[in-house]
T-cell receptor, first 113, second 114 residues
Framework: DAGVTQSPTHLIKTRGQQVTLRCSPI?????VSWYQQVLGQGPQFIFQ???????GRGNFPDRFSARQFPNYSSELNVNALLLGDSALYLC????????????FGQGTRLTVV | GESVGLHLPTLSVQEGDNSIINCAYS??????FIWYKQESGKGPQFIID?????DKRQGQRVTVLLNKTVKHLSLQIAATQPGDSAVYFC?????????????FGKGTKLSVIP
């Protein structure tokens, strides 16, 4: 079975631009969560989606948005990029039930210049 | 604010020895914990989890211990191998919060000396 897949793997953008990151969860999983991991730190929760609805949002500005599609894949959008948005963006897949395993993709390395 | 943290930022062990990585959590409402292993340039890899109604859980070469009294979590790796070298994170969540989100600590870097 395929694990969590994310695309692209690497991305370079200029300040002020917009970026869209994509994630496909493990087959059968209905929940996708997004995390930002700055170098040297643990991942920080951005969003959780379950059955196409936003279930949770972390402490991130409105420049960050996401959505989930009927096939449970998800996109994370970041507008008006700042240098500080440079990070590894991780997608986690789970069945959406509390206290169950969450599996991460390899991440998208975003560099803002 | 409440957070999950680690006692030791780095840990060096001899190949073949046992490793113990510690984690302290401060949110008493947390009822689910996961240990992840992250190698350079990769996403976190699920190792083992434990629910708050347990105090010990074993996997292949790994054991997680949970002490709710002192809000402490540990990961024990038996017969540490060079392939175990990575950064290890503990993460916590709590049911009933309306969403499933994990709160991570800063991580412990494990270096295995051949």
């Amino acid at each position: 079975d395929a694990g969590v897949t994310q695309s692209p793997t690497h991305l370079i953008k200029t300040r002020g631009q917009q970026v869209t990151l994509r994630c496909s969860p493990i087959s059968g999983h209905k929940s996708v969560s997004w995390y930002q991991q700055v170098l040297g730190q643990g991942p920080q929760f951005i969003f959780q989606y379950y059955e196409k609805e936003e279930r949770g949002r972390g402490n991130f500005p409105d420049r960050f948005s996401a959505r989930q599609f009927p096939n449970y894949s998800s996109e994370l959008n970041v507008n008006a990029l700042l240098l500080g948005d440079s990070a590894l963006y991780l997608c986690a897949s789970s069945n959406g039930q509390p206290n169950t395993e969450a599996f991460f993709g390899q991440g998208t390395r975003l560099t803002v210049v | 604010g409440e957070s999950v943290g680690l006692h030791l930022p780095t840990l060096s062990v001899q190949e073949g020895d046992n490793s113990i990585i510690n984690c302290a959590y401060s949110n008493s409402a947390s009822d689910y914990f996961i240990w992840y292993k992250q190698e350079s340039g990769k996403g976190p890899q699920f190792i083992i989890d434990i629910r708050s109604n347990m105090d010990k859980r074993q996997g292949q070469r790994v054991t997680v211990l949970l002490n709710k009294t002192v809000k402490h979590l540990s990961l024990q790796i038996a017969a540490t191998q060079p392939g175990d070298s990575a950064v290890y994170f503990c993460a916590e969540s709590r049911s009933g919060a309306g969403s499933y989100q994990l709160t991570f600590g800063k991580g412990t870097k494990l270096s295995v000396i051949p």
